[in-house]
């Protein structure tokens, strides 16, 4: 599954933290759910979404699968598949699909 990189370098989404901020908002997802999610304080989200922190190295893969997940699932829970085909063009709102595509979105 490939996605127009190029296409979201030219709105400015070039990093995890506008990554996020993106889907998130596509989402409709609150730092505090997130948060919740992932046992962190939400204002850490928030850093990441702004890009004041980046994700440490240490546990880079653990949020960035744990948040691709979570983000998979509550698109499939709430009916949001159709707001991330039409942000990624998919044909198909395939939820392994999904997943494996956010995982590679947020790690560029």
């Known amino acids: 599954m490939k996605y127009n990189k190029y296409l ?45 922190r980046q994700l440490p190295k240490k546990h880079n893969n653990y949020y960035i699968e744990n948040i691709s997940l979570y983000l998979a699932r509550r698109a499939e829970k709430n009916g949001l598949e159709n707001k991330l085909n039409n942000l990624f063009g998919f044909e198909k709102d395939v939820y392994q699909r999904i997943v494996a595509f956010i995982i590679k979105f947020m790690t560029g």
Not at 25 to 32: A, F
Not at 36 to 41: E, N, R
């Open 8 to 52: 979201f370098e030219e709105a400015g989404i070039i990093n995890f933290g506008s990554r996020l901020d993106l889907l998130m908002k596509t989402l409709e997802v609150s730092n505090i759910q997130l948060a919740k999610t992932l046992s962190i304080d939400p204002s850490l989200i928030s850093r990441w979404r702004t890009g004041v």
